[in-house]
């Protein structure tokens, strides 16, 4: 299973419709400084909810939406009140089974499960804002796209995105937190969490 396709729309510097297709073994994005590079990975990290201890450049979700005022501090508002972005991943490979996608999509509609389909809207109003995840076009909610996102292995304290500083904060660890990674990766510190908890009941 991999990326196939970014669809943004209105999030953070693309402030139109922009698709990004990705290869299957490798795929390289360049250009100059501050041209968007880093967002489309923001862009990632927030369509898949996998935010939460990775860090997505942004202090509030707001703060993702296109505002075409963004580098200049004094002006404010004009941008769109929306941004969204789908992940579209290649499940050709059957990673994810059709029986997974119904369950978490809490529904029999979701049409081939040959592409899946993962999308998250944030809409900013007056006073609050709020935000909506898709699966395969059907409404549903973070943890179920979690869970499911989980069985291919893909999990937010998981290492499938290394971000920058990454590299040098693993030189830099204890052989013992090194191994940490490890466990993780292999999956069996899930086990040792079980374990610990069992010795202490
Ligand atoms: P570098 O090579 O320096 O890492 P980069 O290509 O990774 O650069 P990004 O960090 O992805 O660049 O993009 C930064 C740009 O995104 C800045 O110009 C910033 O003004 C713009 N930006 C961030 N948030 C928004 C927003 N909400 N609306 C419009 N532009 C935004
Ligand atoms: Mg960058």
Redesign the pocket.
């Known amino acids: 299973m991999h990326i196939k396709k970014l669809v943004l729309d209105d999030f ?2 693309f ?1 139109r419709k922009t698709e990004i297709p990705f290869y299957e073994d490798f795929t390289v994005v360049t ?12 862009g990632v990290l927030f369509a898949l909810g996998l935010a939460r201890t990775r860090g997505i ?2 202090e509030k979700l707001t ?6 005022g ?2 200049d501090e004094s002006a404010s508002g004009g ?1 769109a009140r929306e941004a969204s972005v789908e992940v579209i991943l290649d499940n050709e490979d059957g990673r994810l089974d059709r029986s997974q996608v119904v369950s978490a999509a809490g529904s029999e509609n979701v049409g081939s499960v040959d592409e899946i389909s993962i999308k998250r809207r944030v809409k900013e109003t007056e006073d609050n804002y709020y935000s909506y995840y898709y699966l395969n076009g059907r409404s549903t909610n973070l943890s179920d796209i979690q869970d499911l996102l989980a069985q291919a292995g893909v999990a937010p304290e998981g290492y499938n995105v290394v971000m ?1 500083g990454d590299v040098t904060e693993i030189i830099n660890m204890t052989p013992y937190q090194r191994r940490g990674i490890i466990d993780e990766i292999a999956g069996v510190a899930e086990f040792d969490a079980k374990k610990e908890d069992a010795f202490e009941e």
């Open positions: 953070k510097s402030g250009g100059p400084n501050g041209s968007g590079k880093s967002n489309i990975i923001d450049r942004a703060d993702l939406i296109y505002n075409p963004h580098a941008g920058q």
